[in-house]
């Protein structure tokens, strides 16, 4: 068996989907014997993970499976390596750094046990 890491995304869509398109990009590791092998599990995941639920007003909401545009493969896995990295642009800089820095203090704050 080999390691792989695949991108799975979901388009979330709210309601009628009439507002700001969002898409989740998720990071996964896979166990297979092949990429090919990889691929067929990442996609399958991504399917059998799709899911809907009503907000508070009563709107559908759902993470719809697009596809798995990428999968590479751990060789070797080394401390410090990178697995992931995507370029954002957001529209107010200060708030997006704002709120970077409030998520990494709340991860500094969780009790040790939470992070073990």
């Keep these: 068996m080999h390691w792989f890491v695949a991108k799975v995304v979901y388009q979330i869509i709210c309601g009628d989907g009439n507002h700001t398109p969002q898409f989740d990009e998720q ?3 896979i166990s297979a014997v092949t990429k090919k092998d990889a691929l067929a599990k990442a996609h399958e995941i991504g399917i059998q993970e799709q899911y809907a ?3 508070h007003q009563q709107e559908m909401v759902q993470w719809k499976f697009i596809n798995v545009p990428e999968i590479y ?4 896995l080394t401390d410090g390596m990178e697995l992931y990295s995507r370029i954002e642009e957001p529209g107010d800089p200060k ?4 709120w970077l820095q409030t998520k990494s203090a709340q ?4 009790p040790v046990a939470e992070l073990q």
């Design 95 to 98: 708030s997006y750094v704002a």
């Design 73 to 76: 493969t751990l060789d070797q």
């Design 53 to 55: 639920f009503k907000n």
């Design 27 to 29: 990071i996964r590791l």
């Design 107 to 110: 991860l500094q704050e969780q």
